[in-house]
């Protein structure tokens, strides 16, 4: 029971300590040969959400809780300063999940804890294909 215990505890202060999203997302990541688009992006006290269409002609791949919750990164303005904000949990409950060629959906993510911010999310071309660092809303 210690055992099960102290693994818990491990994989909580793993999921949410210091370290940076951004090492998940080096800046020589494949670009994507057709970028989603987003459209109607909302911003309010209880989440942001947009519409990602897949423009592209073959489907892209993309982690999250549900396929309407993708994974998620902030970057927050403190003081006149970027700073990485909060992020999606360390993985635990995440699935896979395909947006075909031509097809779109709602996805919605947490509120921002700051008035400047900066709002991403990952895709990929392939299921074994390093992500990418998708825009979704930036109020800088």
């Known amino acids: 029971m210690k055992i ?4 818990l505890f ?5 999921c949410h300590g210091q370290v ?10 494949p670009a994507l040969t057709t970028s989603p688009i987003l459209k109607d992006v909302t911003v309010d006290k ?13 489907p892209i791949y993309y982690r999250g809780s549900s396929a ?4 998620f ?25 395909t947006l075909g060629a031509g097809k779109a959906i709602v996805i919605a993510f947490p509120p921002p804890d700051s008035q400047q911010f900066r709002l991403f999310t990952a895709v990929s071309e392939s299921r ?3 992500e ?5 809303v930036s109020n800088e």
């Open 4 to 7: 099960a215990l102290f693994m």
């Open 10 to 14: 491990a994989v909580a202060a793993s």
């Open 20 to 29: 940076s999203w951004r090492i998940f997302f080096p800046e020589d990541a």
């Open 46 to 58: 209880e989440r942001v959400t947009a519409r990602l269409y897949n423009a592209g002609d073959k």
């Open 68 to 71: 309407d919750r993708p994974v």
């Open 73 to 97: 990164f902030y970057d927050e303005q403190v003081n006149g300063t970027w700073k990485e904000g909060k992020f999606s949990s360390c993985g635990t409950g995440l699935s896979e999940h």
């Open 128 to 130: 074994e294909g390093r």
């Open 132 to 136: 990418s660092m998708v825009l979704v």
